[in-house]
């Protein structure tokens, strides 16, 4: 399966180098460990900025790029110890950060005291304030000192930019590699998904299917997830974020997944939701049809030129004439849509980007309010749904409990949308043919 090669990531700093101002440098922090108790930490999972443009996944490091004059790549990596490597494992060390990650300098994190000097030799200092609050420290005691000496020198401060200005945009178009990274991820969440529909039954826990579905994506080499597993059954399905996953699924309602595998860091999403006891009832069935109406046409929006804003109003617009059609809401389209008289059933956006982090860097618009274009290499999902939960209630009791959410992985092409998720079963017949 295809991995990030050290090629692209190289090829990624070039194109960053490219769009950095001349006599500036830009820091990069990877992610420290963190504790979860006595001498055990968290999972580490590096910084999502840092892996795309080193590939490390060693806690504590750090990226630095200077453009002055020349151009200059340089990695500061915890100090290699083998008293230390025999309990957590071998360090990079200098000379691998040089040789295999093909950094031009190299120092250990001990060693700071090098990036102080590199830091005010620059008119320019991209980083982002917070991420370190070692490099926080650095950076502020070195502007103190610096304006000890300002009304000798005249020299100004150096002006300090948030890099994801640069680094954003370069992540919001994917590459070929990226791309097949993605549908390796998308691939191991789809035998994830159809060992959960084979395996759903009443009696069955929620917590049951989710750990035969993340068994396949384990089994197909997948580290962790893209997030934590939603799985949603009955009235546990009208709650967007459920994480609980420990109730029993029941006859008659429905079960939502909503999950991810992750493969070398980049993240599927895919939801599907379909009836526990194999078949939907007739009212399941009325707000399935509509939301599978909406998730189909809004993926047709998915073309260069629309904006990400595009797939929404058409999934949104589809909504709310369903909701008229079943006599829920009665209000002209406009109308509802203008009060946001469908909250109550769709109170979440159609659309976020995907790469790296389940919800992506990117921008969605400008200051201006003006959304962002489709462009080629783009991923985003579409992921219209209906909750008939405790607000929709107070409007109409005849669909209670029944949630849906129906989402794919959308690729952004020249000839038109890819639904890379295409492959996961979607239609009710094709859920019900499982029982």
């Known amino acids: 399966m295809k991995k990030i090669s050290q090629k692209e990531f190289q090829n990624r700093r070039k194109n960053l180098f490219s769009n950095m101002e001349e006599n500036s440098i830009l820091i990069v922090s990877g992610e420290e460990e963190k504790v979860r108790n006595n001498d055990v930490n968290y999972e580490f999972r590096q910084s999502s900025d840092f892996w795309y443009l080193t590939g490390i996944e060693e806690p504590e490091a750090l990226l630095i790029l200077i453009k002055k004059d020349s151009e200059k790549y340089i990695l500061f990596t915890q100090e290699k110890k083998v008293e230390e490597e025999v309990w957590t494992g071998y360090k990079i060390g200098v000379e691998k950060a040089k040789s295999f990650y093909l950094a031009d300098l190299a120092y250990n994190t001990n060693q700071l005291d090098k990036l102080s000097e590199l830091l005010f030799s620059c ?205 829920i809401l009665d209000k002209s389209t406009d109308e509802i849509i203008e009060e946001k008289l469908y909250f109550p059933f769709y109170m979440h956006s159609t659309s976020h980007w995907l790469g790296l982090d389940v919800h992506d860097s990117g921008k969605y618009k400008d200051r201006d309010e003006n959304f962002t274009e489709f462009q080629e290499g783009m991923v985003l999902t579409i992921e219209p749904g209906l909750y008939f939960g405790d607000m929709a209630q107070k409007i109409s009791k005849k669909y209670k409990d029944i949630g849906i959410r129906i989402e794919d992985d959308i690729l952004i092409t020249k000839s038109g949308p890819k639904n890379l998720s295409e492959k996961i079963p979607k239609s009710i017949k094709e859920l019900e043919n499982f029982y």
């Open 123 to 327: 008119e320019k200092i991209y980083y982002n304030l917070g991420s370190s609050k070692k490099l926080d420290d650095l950076i502020f005691t070195g502007l103190d000192n610096f304006k000890r000496i300002k009304s000798r020198t005249g020299i100004p401060n150096p002006l300090i930019i948030d890099p994801s200005i640069l680094i954003d945009s370069m992540r919001l178009i994917k590459t070929h590699d990226e791309i097949e990274v993605i549908k390796n991820a998308i691939d191991l969440t789809e035998k994830g998904f159809i060992e959960a529909f084979k395996y759903s039954a009443p009696g069955k826990y929620e917590y049951e299917v989710q750990q035969i579905m993340e068994m396949e994506f384990r089994l197909g080499g997948s580290k962790r997830n893209g997030y934590p597993s939603i799985v949603a059954s009955g009235k546990n399905s009208c709650i967007l974020h459920y994480i609980e996953n420990d109730q029993k699924l029941t006859k008659d309602t429905l079960i939502l997944i909503d999950a991810g595998s992750e493969w070398d860091y980049y993240s599927a999403d895919i939801t599907r939701t379909w009836p526990v006891s194999g078949k939907f009832t007739s009212e399941q069935t009325d707000i399935y049809e509509l939301v599978l109406e909406a998730n189909t046409k809004a993926i047709e929006e998915c073309k260069v030129g629309n904006s990400i804003n595009d797939p929404h109003i058409k999934a949104l617009t589809i909504l709310v004439e369903g909701l008229k059609h079943l006599k």
